[in-house]
């Protein structure tokens, strides 16, 4: 196993483990155990320990989402074609959502954001970063930088809330309903 890997092999199992048991219930030992790789190259390649692995794992989220709806905002010239048909792939997920891509930044947002300043910084982050895509898609299509910039902050709270009530209820469901409901958002 080069560095690489083992770097990559403990940022991915941190992330399932965030995932499957939240940031308080997933310790570095567990980490270690599931990631294969040996104690030494966690604190190696993350020196910071545990909120390092997590921010380290926002990022990578917050890249992946980025890169999702980008390729969907591209895709349809209209607004809330391109969200709807970002939703539609999210939704996709939920057909077993135990093979979930990832994890809600939102959950770990929630979990640490008053005790882990950098932690909720990646997270806020995170969240400016996809809004910013969704702002410029509606002031393209004519919207305001201040309608584009406040339906874009919706849109994110929709989205993370759709995530957290399909994966409780482990259906697809309210991520396609908030999909169906895009149209009224966007009207003028």
Known sequence: MSYGDSREKILA???????????????LNQIIKESGAPKGSLYYHFPDGKEQLAIEAVNEMSHYIRMKIKESLDAHPDPAESIQAFLQDLSSQFTCPENFEGFPVGLLAAETALKSEKLQQACQSAYQEWENLFAGKLRSAGFSDEKAAEISTVLNALIEGGIIVSLAKKDKMPILHISKQIPNLLKT
């Open 13 to 27: 199992a941190a992330t399932r483990l965030f995932q499957l048991q939240g940031y308080y219930g997933t310790g």
